[in-house]
């Protein structure tokens, strides 16, 4: 159990274009997910907690307004990179684990690998 | 705030080597623990996990025990395969709510040797 599906696995996208990456829960309900940004040989950098009917909070240095995260309902959360610059080029993750669970280890996607030219 | 430092690699071990990668850890209270296993070009899985002290997580003939005392959860393997390269990843969330961010090390990269 507890699966999550990210989606698309790898994009190319032109500059200035705006990218949707989206973030399953299969099999649970998850009121928060995480996503992530992996640079090459380096560790992940948690970008913002989304919480499902609510805002997503941001860590600090990360642009809201250029990463839109959307939590619509308990198993879906999207981001969506806006305005797309080569600098964003990047491996981006999420991960969720289920409502409640506190000892329940997180699951991660397969990863969205992003690459602006 | 919360912390977590592991071994810096790459660390290159002959098959059949015994493997320790090092990690160790800053929190207050009592953080449930993991260590996260990355093959090239895929998100991360889940190696094992302890989440009270003197705990032991295991999976795949690896094993880490949470040590509350000297603060670490080191990975180890008694026989290191070659499908065992990849990248290992320590990292530790706040325990109490499943909302709870996970704070990841720099991660080591442990390649071995046919």
């Known amino acids: 159990g507890a699966v999550v599906s990210q989606h698309p696995s790898r994009v190319i996208c032109k500059s200035g274009t705006s990218v949707k990456i989206e973030c399953r829960s299969l099999?649970?309900?998850?009121?928060?997910m995480f996503w992530y940004r992996q640079f090459p040989k380096q560790s992940l950098m948690l970008m913002a907690t989304?919480?499902?009917?609510?805002?997503?909070?941001?860590e600090q240095g990360v642009e809201k307004d250029k990463f839109l995260i959307n939590h619509a309902s308990l198993t879906l959360s999207t981001l969506t990179v806006t305005s797309a610059h080569p600098e964003d080029s990047s491996f981006y993750i999420c991960?969720?684990?289920?409502?409640?669970?506190?000892?329940?280890?997180?699951?991660f996607g397969s990863g969205t690998r992003l690459t602006v030219v | 705030g919360n912390s977590v430092t592991q071994m810096e690699g790459p660390v290159t071990l002959s098959e059949e080597a015994f493997l320790t990668i090092n990690c160790t850890y800053t929190?207050?209270?009592?953080?449930?623990l993991f260590w996260y296993v990355q093959y090239p070009g895929e998100g991360l899985q889940l190696l094992l996990k302890?989440?009270?002290?003197?705990d032991k997580g295991s999976n795949k003939g690896f094993e880490a025990t949470y040590r509350k005392e000297t603060t670490s959860f080191h990975l180890e393997k008694g026989s290191v395969q070659v499908s065992d390269s990849a990248v290992y990843f320590c990292?530790?969330?706040?325990?109490?709510?499943?909302?709870?961010?996970?704070?990841f090390g720099s991660g080591t990269r442990l390649s071995i040797r046919p």
């Open positions: 989304s919480n499902e009917g609510s805002k997503a909070t941001y």
């Open positions: 990292a530790l969330s706040a325990s109490g709510s499943s909302a709870s961010k996970i704070i």
């Open positions: 929190a207050t209270g009592y953080p449930s």
């Open positions: 099999d649970f309900q998850a009121t928060t």
């Open positions: 991960s969720a684990r289920p409502t409640g669970e506190v000892n329940y280890g997180y699951t």
């Open positions: 302890a989440t009270k002290a003197d």
